[in-house]
């Protein structure tokens, strides 16, 4: 290379070295902003069990309307229990009625109340549902005891009254459905008569479901069907009943 190119060679390399050498003396970078965000608070117990609970169903039922605000069924005198030799005054007390005998006990406790219409005429009756524990040395693990009423002028109208067995010596609540004029009620074992019991291998262990069919008749719920589904014997320690409603 001749002596001249290399001179303009050298020249231009250490020019664009001051010019860079400028740029780093003289540039400020933009000042980076640190957004900082505040720390969540940790959920309580009981927001935690709600985000985990899933919502019921049957929730938009428990809505007391008009017709019914003025009925405490949790306080209230439901008449003569009959669906044992036993006959007494079914009276709850902040919502239950402990009864104790001279080697055995027995407690009625509300469980749960629903309001829909189930005679079509666009208001809503009340579905009462209590559970019955008897207890001598154990417990029966509970009956269901149902009560339909219709809020009229006079007073509360019972439409419907019904008890099952129970889990320990069958015919407990497997299902309770209502649909429009008809409540259909699934019991384990074979339940030809309210309360009655089934002969299984062991307490607790029950074979075959009866399915029972009422039907609204225009004054009050009467028996329409009943069948039995043959069904291998389970245990029923642990189960819970379900609830549909399907107005």
Request: hydrophobic share 40%; net charge negative; aromatic share 12%.
């Amino acid at each position: 290379m001749r002596r001249p190119e290399l001179l303009a060679l050298s020249f231009s390399i250490l020019f664009s070295l001051m010019f860079l050498c400028s740029i780093a003396l003289f540039y400020e970078p933009a000042p980076v902003k640190v957004v900082t965000c505040p720390t969540p608070s940790p959920l309580s117990k009981t927001e935690v069990v709600q985000a985990e609970k899933p919502k019921d169903p049957n929730d938009a039922f428990r809505v007391v309307p008009e017709n019914f605000a003025h009925v405490d069924f949790n306080n209230r005198r439901y008449g003569r229990y009959r669906f044992s030799e036993t006959k007494l005054d079914l009276v709850l007390t902040s919502g239950e009625q402990v009864i104790a005998h001279d080697y055995w006990g027995e407690t009625f406790r509300l469980e749960d109340v629903l309001y829909v219409d189930v005679t079509g005429d666009g208001k809503p009756e009340a579905i009462v549902n209590l559970s019955h524990v008897q207890c001598s040395g154990s417990c029966d693990g509970g009956s269901d005891l149902f009560y339909v009423y219709q809020s009229t002028s006079n007073g509360l109208r019972k439409l419907w009254e019904y008890e099952t067995g129970c889990m320990a010596y069958g015919c407990g609540m497997k299902s309770f459905t209502v649909f429009k004029k008809m409540i259909v009620l699934e019991m384990f074992g074979q339940c030809w008569k309210p309360a009655s019991s089934f002969e299984g291998s062991g307490k607790f262990i029950v074979s075959d479901v009866t399915q029972a069919v009422f039907v609204f008749n225009g004054s009050h719920f009467i028996q329409h069907r009943m069948g039995i589904t043959a069904s291998p014997a389970q245990d029923l320690r642990n189960y819970i009943p379900t609830v549909h409603i399907q107005p």
